[in-house]
C-alpha cells in the first residue's frame, strides 16, 4: 500500500499500533498520534503534563503514545503544529472524535456537520457536541454515527 510520504495520507500499516483499543476508550477519551514523519519537533512532548508522549532524544523520531498514561485532556492537539493529532472516546454513550480545527466559520454545538476523512471524502454526517478554544486553534468535539468511524474521521466541514 502507498505510503503517506507518496499520498499525503497515512496507509494501514502506517497506522497499526497507533489507534487506540476499543476497550481503552471505554474508560475514558485518549490521543491518538497521527505522526510518522521523521521531522525535528517535540512540542507534543514537552506539553503533555502526564508524559504519555515519548520522542526522546532524537527529535526527529515520530512520537510514541502510551495509552495507559493519556488522560485526553486535548493539551497535545492545542500544540501539534502539524494538527496530526486527534481525541477518540467511547466512554459517554456515543463514539466521538475531538479534532483540531482551523477553518472558519467554526462550528458551533448541535450543529450537523460533514465528516471527512484523512483524504477529504464525506464519511456521512455527525453532530457537534462541544467547541473549545485551544491557542491558536480550535477543538471540534463531533458524535459519530458509528463506532467504526473513530478511525476514519479526521476534518469536519459545516454542511452546506
Ligand atoms: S491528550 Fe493530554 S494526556 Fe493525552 S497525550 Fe495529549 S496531552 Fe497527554
Ligand atoms: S507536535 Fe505534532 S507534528 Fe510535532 S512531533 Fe508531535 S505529533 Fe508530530
Same mark, same amino acid.
Not at 517535540?42 to 520522542?55: D, H, L, Q, R, S
Not at 450537523?112 to 484523512?118: G, I
Not at 477529504?120 to 456521512?124: F, K, R
Given at each position: 500500500?502507498?505510503?503517506?510520504?507518496?499520498?499525503?495520507?497515512?496507509?494501514?500499516?502506517e497506522?497499526?499500533?497507533?489507534?487506540?483499543?476499543?476497550?481503552?476508550?471505554?474508560?475514558?477519551?485518549?490521543?491518538?498520534?497521527?505522526?510518522?514523519?521523521?521531522i525535528?519537533c517535540?512540542?507534543?512532548?514537552?506539553?503533555?503534563?502526564?508524559?504519555?508522549?515519548?520522542?526522546?532524544?532524537?527529535i526527529?523520531?515520530?512520537?510514541?503514545?502510551?495509552?495507559?498514561?493519556?488522560?485526553?485532556?486535548?493539551?497535545?492537539?492545542?500544540?501539534?503544529?502539524?494538527?496530526a493529532?486527534?481525541l477518540?472516546?467511547l466512554? =459517554?454513550? /456515543?463514539?466521538?472524535?475531538? @479534532?483540531?480545527?482551523?477553518?472558519l &466559520?467554526?462550528?458551533?454545538?448541535?450543529d %450537523? #456537520?460533514?465528516?471527512?476523512?484523512?483524504a477529504?471524502?464525506?464519511?456521512?454526517r455527525g453532530?457537534?457536541?462541544e467547541? =473549545?478554544? /485551544?491557542?491558536?486553534?480550535? @477543538?471540534?468535539?463531533?458524535e459519530? &454515527?458509528?463506532?467504526?468511524l473513530l478511525? %476514519? #474521521?479526521?476534518?469536519?466541514?459545516r454542511s452546506?
Open positions: 500500500m502507498a505510503s503517506f510520504r507518496e499520498t499525503g495520507v497515512l496507509s494501514r500499516e497506522l497499526a499500533g497507533r489507534l487506540p483499543p476499543g476497550e481503552r476508550l471505554r474508560r475514558g477519551a485518549c490521543a491518538v498520534i497521527e505522526c510518522v514523519e521523521e525535528p517535540n512540542p507534543c512532548e514537552e506539553a503533555c503534563p502526564f508524559g504519555a508522549i515519548t520522542i526522546g532524544e532524537d526527529t523520531a515520530p512520537p510514541t503514545l502510551d495509552f495507559e498514561r493519556c488522560r485526553g485532556c486535548g493539551t497535545c492537539l492545542a500544540v501539534c503544529p502539524g494538527l493529532i486527534f477518540l472516546d466512554s =459517554r454513550g /456515543a463514539a466521538e472524535v475531538t @479534532l483540531p480545527h482551523e477553518l &466559520p467554526v462550528p458551533e454545538p448541535g %450537523e #456537520v460533514e465528516l471527512l476523512s484523512r477529504g471524502e464525506v464519511l456521512g453532530r457537534v457536541v467547541t =473549545r478554544r /485551544a491557542r491558536t486553534t480550535w @477543538l471540534i468535539t463531533v459519530l &454515527p458509528a463506532e467504526g478511525g %476514519e #474521521v479526521r476534518a469536519v466541514r452546506p
